[in-house]
């Protein structure tokens, strides 16, 4: 029986979803909330905490364990900013070759996705998302 709650449903689809994306960056050793996470940095980089937080929707402590579990891995680092009072977080070499191994296992996940579900369909879902 399927449940009437959308919160429910939307969280069911969302564990699907990252299930297949996490399959396919696998071979990368990142999950699509560490890639996510990679991509943020490397377009804000150095990125503090904060920001990283803001760009993502992520409270600062969720954030900040995300980070640490990528610096221990070997993909980010944590340096003094401007600020010495915030660290701020760069990609290392290693986290730069993450992704760029990692974008065409996501581009390719992203168009089966699309043939499953179809472009018109995935661009009418995110309008309506984006409206939450």
């Not at 449940?3 to 990368?28: G, H």
């Not at 760069?90 to 191994?101: C, P, S, Y």
């Not at 065409?104 to 472009?119: A, T």
């Amino acid at each position: 029986m399927q449940s009437q709650c959308l919160c429910t449903t939307l969280r069911a689809a969302t564990r699907r979803l990252a299930a297949t994306y996490d399959e396919a960056l696998a071979p990368v050793g990142l999950n699509v909330a560490q890639f996510s996470l990679l991509r943020r940095i490397a377009r804000l980089e150095p990125a503090s905490l904060t920001q990283l937080g803001e760009a993502a929707e992520l409270d600062r402590s969720t954030v900040g364990r995300n980070v640490r579990v990528l610096a221990r891995d070997g993909f980010v680092a944590l340096e003094r900013g401007e600020d010495q009072r915030e660290a701020v977080v760069v990609l290392t070499k290693q986290g730069r070759k993450a992704l760029d191994r990692a974008a065409p296992l996501w581009e390719d996940c992203q168009r089966h996705i699309e043939s499953r579900v179809g472009r018109e369909q995935l661009r009418g879902l995110k309008a309506i998302l984006e409206k939450i």
